[in-house]
């Protein structure tokens, strides 16, 4: 059977499981299955399908009709332009947060200067490997309260040549950070900002992603307000720090920082804040 015929079984039985994006999510499996890149697939596509790869490519769709997202079947997802190792340990990377590193290059458009950044539940580490691929001259230090998550983070620190220049430490939020570190340039983090009450609503797929990145178990903002009110702590005077968020809004600016803007997402829906020291 041709690669063309098992792409169409596939799409089939994953329009019949609700995949949204079923034609897409079948050419990206079979493209993995069968190691060959889009072009390849558009000249092969009516080539016999080899047992081997059938055979892959069949698991891959039993996965996903089961609603298990496509980058934990193939092991990896793209972020501004690179890809990251992630497993279900760890928060798939998505385009909205691509939006952090945005504000923080508009904030920072000297992109050779010496910083020093931080990245609070850095998960797959996408965010701090991503700083100090574009700040080449940065440190950044990278935390996360789940180990499974800095053995991702740490394997894609290796895989894009930051390693040096990227520090991973375990802990909770700021409890990571230890007497001898120093003040930040600007603080960055994605924390868990899906409210207990939001969680049953959630796409079948989300429940294949590690609830405690998304989900603080209470309204949404008590991770994004310990973030904000502890800030002044670790930042220089005149830094900044800046975070995504959801539904749930931003909590009430602290006294010791100013709010200096929200920021949006294409389709207009709030994403997250910067506030300055």
Known sequence: ????????????????????????????????????????????????????????????????CKREPVAYIIGEKEFWSRSFNVSPDVLIPRPETEHLIEEL??????????????????????????????????????????EKSLIIARSNAEKHVVSERVQFKQGDLYQAFDANTQAFDAILSNP?????????????????????????????????????NEAPNHLKQGAYILVETGLCGLPKTPDAITMLYSYHDLAGNLRGGVYQY
Not at 15 to 36: N, T
């Open 192 to 228: 868990p900002y899906v409210s207990v009450d939001e969680m049953h609503g959630l796409e079948q797929e989300l429940h294949h992603e590690p609830s405690h990145a998304l989900t603080d178990t209470k309204d949404g903002l008590s991770l994004l307000r310990i973030l904000l």
């Open 1 to 64: 059977m041709s690669a063309k015929e098992h792409l169409q079984q596939a799409i089939a039985k994953l329009q019949a499981a609700d995949c949204e994006s079923a034609r897409l999510d079948a050419e990206c499996l079979l493209m993995h299955a069968w190691g060959i890149n889009r072009t390849q697939l558009i000249i092969k596509a009516h080539d016999d399908l080899p047992s081997d790869v059938a055979h892959i490519f069949s698991e891959y769709i039993v996965r996903r």
């Open 105 to 146: 290059l508009k904030l920072y458009p000297d992109t050779q200067a010496p910083y020093y950044f931080a990245d609070i539940g850095t998960g797959s580490g996408c965010i701090a490997i991503t700083i100090a691929c574009e700040y080449p001259n940065a440190i950044v230090l990278a935390t996360d309260i789940s």
